[in-house]
């Protein structure tokens, strides 16, 4: 019964980490770009 | 000598079509329902007649060329190119019965435009169209960014080894499962989890910023279509700029750059492999060309002072340039206000990025960050060989899922299709150009169309001539089925007329 409710659960809780990993992955790779951007513009100006 | 097609190549084609365009039937009892719903009774009969016609088509091509025969590589091309053309055409027919289009070519252009995700349109008066139509509109687009084919694949087409031929022929070449059909089913999961989840967010941001409940859902589930599949259809005629809401282009944001991420790549995470995030190189070509364009962006907009400060900047400047480099399209800007306050170099670094585009295996469009991440990696093996001793053997890699060394085959595939690209591009410029369209502005929007994006500078509109019309519905197609399926299907006529 365990196991078996465990197979069930499992791969629901993969998507739901594997959507929380990408929207936090895009959060900080997109701070990351335009906090580069601003100040590579910055520069240039 | 080309040798002529079969009687045998005809029947396949004509079956497997049939069925892709009884599929696109199916799809309308959607809409269909929505216009029962709310009483809207002459739309109701538009998308029965549409139902009819796509019904009387699909089944007449699957009783006339019935065959159990499996596909060939060049039937399975062929069947991809054909079949979304006789979708449009088909499609198009609840468009144009609904009266708010010109002519039957500007339904097409919508249909075509909705199925490849690009999101330009010639529709008018979209402030005031049915909510059924404009279900229909969302959902083409959300059913075109996961790929016709992979619908037929996933409901109505069974088991066949030739499946995959048919699928590589939609411009996606990735097994996310060993098989072709579970890897459809793969993707609709993906697409399916991400619709329940986007939709209710912005649902909720809607009723917050003042709309009712119904229309608060019909707005967050049309706006999730729109931007899951980075299609760029919004149900207003000011687009995003509608809302008002930074908390709407914020979560919009993230769900378009979900949505143009690789569905390989989706299920690598879900599937417990999360530090691909982060090592994959489209995701990573991805980061650097998004940088790289939106400093050009922030340096056209500081040096002209179309903004106050940098939060403006960010806002109107950042949104702009990723829904660009996704090919999304969605604008919370009116289009002129790209020519008259941008300027050249802002407008061209969105092109550039338009150009790029996102993934493959996407609902995206463009060149794609994996052909490009190719050519840099084979330009700099050549770098290094060129410095290394000549006895030197240099080996480069990339990482896409898995690692892979990079081979010749992979550099003149991307090659390939990027040069594709660069000739749809110039062709379309070029029209724009003679039609007597300034330079930059007919650039902007012929990139947009060939790599499926939908921002526009105001060049596409119902006035444009009706080749370019023609011209940009060819490019949207192009730009979408990435050149193979094409050239299968021109080979395949070029055959059963002057082969022997």
Known sequence: MKLKKR???????DYALGMATEVLAILILMVIAVIIAFVVASWCR | MIPRPRLADFKVIGFYSGKIVFGVGLLMVVPLVVALLFREWNPALDFLIGMFSCFSVGLLLQIVCFTRRDLTWMQGLVIASFSWLL????????????????????????????????????????DHISHSLNTWRHLLTYAGGQGIIVIALTFLIRGTAGAFKMYVGEGKEEKLLPNVIQTARAIWLVSLVYLGVGSLVL????????????????????????????GGFAPQSY?????????????????????????A?????????????????EVVS?????????????????????????????????????????????????????????????????????????????????????????????????????????TAVIVQ??????????????????????????????????????????????????????????????????????????????????GRLEFMAIFALVGFIVAAVRGK
Request: some cysteine; proline content about 3%.
């Open chain 1, 7 to 13: 197979h069930f659960n499992k791969p629901y809780r």
């Open chain 2, 87 to 126: 979708a449009v055409v088909l499609g198009a027919m609840p468009h144009y019965l609904s009266g708010h289009f010109g002519c039957y070519l500007d339904s097409c252009f919508d249909l075509m435009s909705g199925y490849t995700t690009t999101g330009l349109y010639l529709l008018q008066d979209l």
């Open chain 2, 203 to 230: 649902w909720v941001i809607a009723v917050r910023e003042g709309m009712s409940l119904v229309r608060g859902f019909l707005h967050g589930v049309w706006v999730f279509m729109g931007t899951w599949s980075t």
């Open chain 2, 239 to 263: 687009n995003i700029g509608y809302y008002h809401s930074l908390p709407l282009e914020m979560v919009t944001m993230i769900i378009f750059v979900i949505g143009s991420f690789n569905f």
């Open chain 2, 265 to 281: 790549l989706h299920w690598a995470i879900w599937t417990g492999n999360r530090r691909e995030i982060y090592r994959n190189i």
């Open chain 2, 286 to 390: 991805f980061f650097l060309t998004v940088m790289m364009t939106f400093t050009l962006v922030v340096v056209g907009l500081m040096r002209l002072g179309t903004y106050p400060d940098l939060m403006a900047i960010f806002r109107k400047g950042f949104y702009h340039l990723v829904s660009g480099h996704t090919t999304t399209g969605f604008m919370t800007i009116y289009s002129r206000e790209l020519v008259r306050q941008w300027g050249d170099l802002a407008m061209l670094a969105i092109a550039i990025a338009m150009a790029i585009g996102a993934s493959a295996c996407s609902t995206a469009g463009g060149f794609k960050g994996l052909r490009v991440g190719i050519i840099f990696k084979a330009l700099f093996q050549d770098i290094k060989r060129i410095v290394s001793p000549e």
């Open chain 2, 397 to 478: 890699k990339f990482h896409h899922i898995r690692d892979i060394i990079l081979e010749e085959k992979h550099v003149r595939g991307a090659m390939f299709i990027v040069l594709s690209f660069v000739g749809v591009h110039a062709t379309c410029t070029m029209l724009g150009v003679y039609y007597g369209y300034p330079a930059v502005q007919a650039l902007f929007d012929a990139v947009s169309a060939g790599s499926n994006t939908g921002l526009s500078c105001g060049v596409v509109s119902p006035a444009m001539p009706s080749l370019m019309k023609i011209a940009f519905i060819a490019a949207m197609w192009m």
